[in-house]
């Protein structure tokens, strides 16, 4: 069977998925990542982790939307739980990046997104991406078109 490689920015390879499985190819490590059926218990994961970070970042979250495949009822997709979180202040954010990453995330900055905060959780077995915006920014119905198109 022939493959067909698409290389992208950071220099990973996306090969064709098998059945249910896309294989990302990086230079220096191999990451295979397997879609799933959709399961009810990932907008309680969400409702959790949402929680947890509430309890941080307070009265500077606005609002909050679960986005992604994992978001999608009846689709395949990949099990990580992605966060769109709406905030007030982005510096306000900042100040906190040390209580999240004993939460376990990893903070990007913006990971190539101008104004968004990101943040990864997992290391190479992630389990959820945190995206955070200040209010009024475009990127924000952006993300959440993700989930209803």
């Not at 067909?4 to 064709?16: H, V, Y």
């Not at 399961?39 to 941080?56: T, Y």
């Amino acid at each position: 069977m022939k493959r067909t490689n698409i290389t992208f920015k950071r220099r990973l390879s996306l090969q064709p998925p098998f059945e249910s499985q896309l294989v990302l190819r990086d230079v220096k490590k191999m990451r295979i990542i397997e879609l799933e059926e959709h399961n009810e218990k990932w907008s309680k994961v969400f409702d959790n982790e949402v929680g947890v970070i509430k309890a941080i970042l307070k009265e500077n979250i606005v609002a909050a939307s679960h986005i992604g495949s994992t978001a999608i009822l009846g689709i395949r997709a990949k099990p990580v739980i992605d966060i769109l979180l709406e905030a007030r202040s982005l510096n306000e954010v900042d100040k906190h990046n040390k209580v999240l990453e004993e939460l376990g995330y990893e903070a990007k900055g913006e990971y190539g997104i101008k104004g968004r905060r990101f943040f990864q959780k997992g290391k190479n077995e992630r389990t959820h991406h945190l995206h955070i915006f200040e209010s009024g920014n475009p990127e924000i119905e952006r993300h959440r078109l993700y989930k209803t198109t």
